[in-house]
């Protein structure tokens, strides 16, 4: 009897470390393979990669218009898997823009789609709930505001929460790492510039900016900067002048969970790792940039006044956020410092936040969102086929 496979799209470095813990829960002990489009960590965890769609991450119309025909070549590639192999399911971890197109190939070859992730239509563009009814199975919410919102609007969807929790809580820090940046000898300042190319060409600038007046302002506070990627790092340190020597700033690669953990404040770009900053308790202000195309197509239907997570969980601002247009960026450094000088400056105002972290953790931060997730698409795959849907019924043999 051939191996039954579930077929994974993924397009984000984020998102590819969630869908790798998800794929361990999948095979443990059972007989599934899996493929599809991902990265480096998928592989690690037994992901047949058809095609490294990570390294694509892209953000904003102007980055996905050069890359258009390579986009649709991937996904014509998978409709020739979907066609050929006929997995048993597929699942999309968040990148849209690009995901809708896989959704809408497997469901024309009857195979369940499972969203994991999903995008943030109920904070923008909610008019896509369309492409859901359509093209997806079932959904697997990482947010109680966004289950919520799903099932409000009719589509199959379950609560199993945030798989960046499940990260805080299994994930084994590096301890010497942290012995050594743990000492009480001024502020620590963890900087993350992001995960993405684009990123640190455009919100490591602004940070570094930041970073030279603080300095002035803080002269007892260092810096550690997480990187993603050597490359990145080299990117990083490429901009510093020669009397940015003089600050105190570290680049780190592969260190982000110990530079947050140390860290007694931080100023980070804008994304879900805001959530391990709160499981973490670690105070932060965020800032985010957005091309002036793209920001005017998402001023449209963004219907949400906050772009970070726990913000959104609070229903205010317990992390200060600031966006760039374009090359508008003076107006959004300059506030990106006031909110991080009260940060650094007031001891009192970083215990308030901490707390404000920790009763968001509390009530949000569940772990075991990977475990729960595979639960609910193997009892899919084992059961009867969704309403709609051509795909055979599947038994999965354990080893």
């Known amino acids: ?17 969630h869908a790798a813990r998800l794929i361990e829960h999948l095979t443990s002990g059972r007989r599934l393979a899996v493929r599809g489009f991902g990265g480096p960590w998928m592989q690690q ?8 769609l990570t390294d694509l991450a892209v953000v904003g119309v102007a980055e996905v218009l050069p890359k258009l025909r390579q986009f649709f070549r991937i996904a014509d590639q998978a409709s020739e898997i979907f066609a050929q192999q006929r997995p048993a399911g597929v699942v999309l971890v968040d990148f849209p823009g690009f995901n809708w197109h896989i959704a809408k190939r497997a469901k024309a070859h009857g195979i369940p789609v499972f969203y994991y992730l ?19 199975d079932h959904v697997l919410c ?26 805080v809580q299994q994930q084994e820090l590096d301890q010497p790492f942290v012995a050594r940046w743990s000492d009480d000898q001024g502020l620590t300042i963890a900087v993350l510039p992001g995960s993405r190319t684009r990123e640190i060409r455009t919100i490591w600038p602004m940070q570094l900016a930041a970073i030279r007046e603080l ?9 550690l900067v997480a990187c993603l990627t050597h490359a990145h790092r080299q990117r990083c340190e490429s901009l510093l002048s020669p009397s940015d020597r003089r600050i105190p700033i570290h680049f780190f690669v592969q260190k982000t969970s110990e530079i947050i953990e140390v860290a007694d404040c931080a100023l980070m770009k804008s994304g879900s790792v805001s959530l391990e900053m709160m499981a973490r308790g670690t105070p932060a202000v965020v800032v985010y940039h957005l091309s002036r195309s793209t920001y005017e197509i998402a001023k449209r239907f963004v219907h949400v006044d906050s772009m970070t997570l726990p913000n959104l969980l609070a229903g205010k601002k317990v992390m200060p956020e600031f966006l760039a247009v374009g090359k508008r960026t003076a107006t959004t450094i300059e506030r990106t410092i006031a909110a991080m000088d009260r940060l650094m400056g007031d001891r009192d105002e970083r215990i308030m936040a901490r707390l404000e972290l920790a009763r968001l953790t509390r009530r949000f931060g569940k772990p075991g969102a990977s475990q729960r997730a595979a639960a609910a698409i193997l009892a899919r795959l084992e059961g009867a086929t969704d309403a709609g849907s051509a795909a055979p019924q599947l038994r999965l043999q354990s080893w």
């Open 1 to 17: 009897m051939p191996c039954p496979e579930v077929f994974f799209s993924v397009g984000e470095p984020s998102g590819d470390l």
């Open 45 to 52: 965890a037994g992901c047949r990669l058809d095609y490294p």
């Open 118 to 136: 999903p995008p943030q239509l109920w904070a923008w563009a909610s008019w896509r709930i369309t492409k859901v009814r359509r093209y997806v």
């Open 142 to 167: 990482a947010l109680p505001i966004e289950h919520q919102w799903f099932a409000n609007h009719g589509i199959s969807c379950e609560y199993v929460g945030h798989p960046f929790f499940d990260q």
């Open 215 to 223: 300095s002035v302002r803080h002269p007892h506070a260092r810096f």
